[in-house]
């Protein structure tokens, strides 16, 4: 049975940075593709950031150059390194994974395309 669990959410000033950590277990064969989504307040899931399988990564614009996403060499955690963080970043951010393409954390699409999901870390940016 695939887990993955989220740490690491927390509240910090604008500005400041925090590291999110997603603990994967259970895969049987590494997954096509895992890494964030997030739901800001009154807003649909948006995804945030994806590392696939061979090693690239994807970024939504509205994080890129601020986010970075990386897995340890036996792909049980994927982290997301969160700086220069604003107050529209406040939002719980979920890990989640899919065993084979599309990536819709990358591609869009409905979110259900995932496979497998966490139950979120909340993340709060104050002004």
């Known amino acids: 049975q695939v887990r993955l669990v989220e740490s690491g959410g927390g509240s910090v000033q604008a500005g400041g940075s925090l590291t999110l950590s997603c603990a994967a277990s259970?895969?049987?064969?590494?997954?096509?593709?895992m890494g964030w989504f997030r739901q800001r307040p009154g807003k649909e899931r948006e995804g945030v950031a994806a590392?696939?399988?061979?090693?690239?990564?994807y970024y939504a614009d509205s994080v890129d150059g601020r986010f970075t996403i990386s897995q340890d060499d036996a792909k049980k955690t994927v982290t997301l390194q969160l700086s220069s963080l604003k107050p529209e970043d406040t939002a719980t951010y979920y890990c989640?994974?899919?065993?084979?393409?599309?990536?819709?954390?990358?591609?869009?699409?409905?979110?259900?395309?995932?496979?497998?999901w966490g139950k979120g870390t909340l993340v709060n940016i104050s002004s």
């Open positions: 989640a994974a899919v065993d084979d393409p599309p990536c819709v954390l990358a591609t869009g699409g409905n979110v259900r395309g995932m496979d497998y």
């Open positions: 259970g895969f049987k064969y590494n997954p096509y593709c």
């Open positions: 590392i696939f399988s061979r090693g690239s990564t």
